[in-house]
C-alpha cells in the first residue's frame, strides 16, 4: 500500500525531522537527517493529523494537531532509551474540534485555532482560556488554517478560512488568566 506523510517538520538545528504518517496507521516518526535513520516512532492519534511541528524553543517537544485532537510530545530519556511522551489536549468546557494550525509560545504554551474560528490558549495539555476579540466574537469564522508567533514584532498573527488575518499581542495572550468558574473566553485584540 502506498502511505503519505500528512505533514513534515523539521527541528530548529535542522537536525532532526518529524513526520507523520496518513491512514492508516497515523505514526509520528523522528528522524536523525544527519544519520539517514529513524529515532524514534510511535502513533500519534487514531484519526487523521494534520500538522506536526517542533518547538523553536526545545528540540526536545513537538506538537501534533488533526481530526479532534492537538497533542504535546516531549522526546525523554527514559532508563531504556528515548522515548516519545504524547499528552492529547483536554478541552474542557470548550466544545471538541479539528485543529489545522498552531503555534508554541516561548514558555510552552501553544495558541491553537479551531473549525469554528476560535483561538485557544492551552498550557500543559489543558485549555487555559479561549480568546475573543473586543466585541466578544470569535478570532474567525470558519476554520483558523495559520498561526504564527512573529517575535520581533511581539504579535501573533492567525488567518483563517473568512479571509482574514488578524494580529493579536503577545504579551496579552501570554499572560492571558480567566475565572474558568465564570467564562473561559478572554478578550484581546
Not at 38 to 64: C, I, M, P, W
Not at 67 to 82: N, P, Q, V
Not at 165 to 186: H, I, K, Q
Amino acid at each position: 500500500a502506498e502511505r503519505g506523510y500528512a505533514s513534515l517538520n523539521f527541528n530548529h538545528a535542522g537536525t532532526k525531522l518529524a513526520s507523520v504518517a496518513t491512514a492508516p496507521d497515523y505514526m509520528l516518526t523522528v528522524w536523525d537527517w544527519d544519520q539517514e535513520r529513524v529515532e524514534l516512532h510511535t502513533k500519534a492519534f487514531g484519526q487523521d493529523v494534520y500538522s506536526v511541528s517542533f518547538s523553536v524553543d526545545d528540540d526536545n517537544r513537538l506538537v501534533t494537531s488533526g481530526t479532534g485532537h492537538i497533542r504535546f510530545w516531549k522526546i525523554a530519556s527514559t532508563f531504556t532509551g528515548l522515548k516519545l511522551q504524547g499528552q492529547i489536549g483536554k478541552f474542557g468546557k470548550v466544545e471538541l474540534s479539528d485543529i489545522s494550525a498552531f503555534v508554541e509560545l516561548p514558555d510552552g504554551k501553544v495558541i491553537s485555532g479551531t473549525e469554528n474560528g476560535s483561538l485557544l490558549l492551552w498550557e500543559g495539555g489543558f485549555m487555559k482560556c479561549r480568546f475573543t476579540r473586543e466585541d466578544g466574537s470569535s478570532g474567525h469564522k470558519g476554520d483558523v488554517t495559520y498561526c504564527y508567533l512573529d517575535r520581533k514584532e511581539g504579535c501573533v498573527i492567525t488567518g483563517g478560512a473568512d479571509g482574514f488575518l488578524r494580529w493579536w499581542p503577545f504579551a496579552t495572550m501570554d499572560s492571558a488568566e480567566v475565572d474558568t468558574d465564570v467564562t473561559m473566553d478572554f478578550s484581546c485584540e
